[in-house]
């Protein structure tokens, strides 16, 4: 038996996610469909992440356990043989039996990329939020200033189930401008469903006006994910780096 472990970028909008869901395009299922081609038996994909439709990543981590003489570098040619063009295998490797892509983690990264100007081109509908109002970029600094840290970001996830503890400790925002882009970074070990997305559409209303510091504040104390602002759109995020 041997414990592969995989570093994976795709394109998030040609799939309904990450995670299995049903025969649905996912990037669980084609990787999963790839390793069985070649190894001729039945194999579970752990990711470390599990992205929502239309999320992209450049850093995802997937480990499979198998009873194979395959070489982790001929998993490396082979599932890029196998999957989608819309994924690629940029490291392979076999790691200890124990680890776990999911639960050996200790920090993730995720980056959302905005586009701020009056139009964007189309091509980058798939690829980047566009908010064209004018966005205060100091209200951005002071909104990461307030979210850092250890919080219950009830307020801030969906659908959250009954038995997922919602406090989170974000290591770190960085917010930067890239020519007519803001570029948002979040590091923590451990993020909610949709939480990156809600705090970006928080801290955009922030920014633009619509609301204020104080309101924010408030939505992070009230636990009420009616208190918060929007989820934006999944074009602009992507899972960068899991770091072990």
Not at 107 to 124: A, D, G, R
Request: aromatic share 10%; glycine share 6%.
């Amino acid at each position: 038996m041997k414990n592969i472990k995989l570093t994976v970028q795709y394109d998030g909008s040609k799939f309904y996610g990450w995670q299995k869901l049903n025969d649905l395009p996912s990037v669980q299922l084609d990787i999963e469909r790839a390793v069985e081609r070649m190894v001729r038996q039945k194999v579970k994909i752990n990711g470390a992440g599990r992205t929502d439709k239309g999320v992209h990543a450049k850093g995802q981590v997937c480990n499979f356990v198998v009873d194979s003489d395959i070489s982790a570098n001929k998993f490396l040619l082979g599932v890029n043989h196998y999957t989608s063009d819309s994924i690629v295998i940029v490291k392979s490797e076999e790691v200890d039996m124990d680890f776990h892509a999911r639960f050996s983690a200790k920090s993730k990264t995720y980056e959302y990329v905005l586009c701020n100007k009056y139009y964007m081109e189309p091509w980058f509908n798939d690829y980047k939020g566009h908010r064209k109002y004018n966005l205060d970029y100091d209200l951005l600094l002071k909104s990461a200033d307030l979210l850092i840290g250890k919080h219950d970001f009830t307020s801030f996830v969906n659908d959250l189930p009954s038995d997922v503890n919602p406090i989170r400790t974000i290591d770190d925002i960085d917010i930067r401008r890239e020519d007519d882009d803001i570029i948002f970074t979040f590091k923590a070990e451990s993020f909610l469903r949709n939480m990156v997305r809600i705090l970006v559409g928080s801290m955009v209303d922030v920014a633009r006006g619509k609301k204020n510091i104080v309101w924010l504040k408030n939505a992070l104390e009230n636990k009420d994910r009616q208190s918060a602002g929007i989820t934006i759109e999944p074009s602009g995020l992507y899972l960068m780096k899991i770091e072990y």
